[in-house]
């Protein structure tokens, strides 16, 4: 076992592994976010009851998705993604290190594929990944650290409304800029990253690749739009106010 995990294909599988983690962990956080932008359609945008029950009614679609993500279910199923997903870092930035000793330069960890030499984010990926750091540790600061964190360990100071944080956060054009280029970045590592994990685990037939290719696209632009949206619905009704 051990020396499968410090082979190359060893490697590569758990940089798979918890890259699938890390697509899991984006799509319900964007979800989530997401309902934020129906409330908004729905004229429900800021609604939150002044109680600290959770799914009271009257309370908007995005206020409901924050009581779910504090449901016990929830609160194990989030640190072992997360978990995922910062082992997928810290091991992607170990296999890029090993990279630049072996090839004198940043370049993805080897993939038997052609497509990797007509693929910019392949070339880039731990470039990328650097990118994609600097939005984990926007949002952990402005959103995790004022929810989260002091609702699971007592740290801090909780902030009882998701709409006011997200209008405080995105009340700034430039932010919301920022963040639009942070999720340009993470189009490309997971557009890239999803056909490459198949091929990882052997899904490597030019016909299922074709096929992988397209589904990698429709996930990684399903998942930035949902953020992306979210950042620009939020940035408007600060505006309005």
């Known amino acids: ?13 758990i940089q798979s592994v918890t890259g699938a983690f890390l697509v899991i962990f984006l799509l319900l956080h964007g979800t989530i976010n997401f309902f934020s932008v129906i409330d908004s359609l729905q004229g429900r945008f800021g609604k939150v009851m002044p109680d600290e029950f959770p799914y009271t009614h009257g309370d908007g679609w995005f206020q409901l998705g924050c009581d779910f993500m504090s449901s016990p279910f929830i609160k194990i199923m ?19 290190y090993e990279n630049v000793k072996k090839r004198g330069g940043l370049k993805r960890y080897e993939v038997a594929s052609k ?14 990944g650097i990118i994609i750091l600097g939005l984990l540790g926007f949002h952990l600061t402005h959103f995790w650290a004022k929810m989260q964190l002091p609702e699971m360990f007592g740290v801090g100071n909780y902030e009882n409304n998701p709409y006011t944080l997200l209008m405080a956060t995105f009340s700034k054009w430039w932010i ?7 999720f340009v970045a993470l189009f490309l590592h997971l557009e890239h990253g999803f056909w ?8 490597n037939n030019k016909k299922w690749l074709k096929r992988l290719k397209v589904i990698g ?21 600060a505006a309005a106010i």
């Open 217 to 237: 696209i429709v996930i990684s632009a399903i998942i930035v739009l949902l953020f992306v949206s979210t950042a620009i619905n939020a940035y408007i009704q």
């Open 115 to 128: 497509a990797k030499n007509d693929s910019w984010s392949a070339k880039n990926m731990a470039v990328l």
């Open 196 to 203: 490459s994990m198949f091929q990882t685990i052997g899904w």
């Open 176 to 182: 919301v800029a920022l963040y639009i280029v942070w």
């Open 78 to 96: 989030v640190p072992i993604l997360a978990l995922g997903f910062i082992i997928h870092i810290v091991y992607g930035i170990w296999l890029s």
């Open 1 to 13: 076992m051990a020396n499968f995990l410090t082979s190359s294909i060893g490697k590569k599988f």
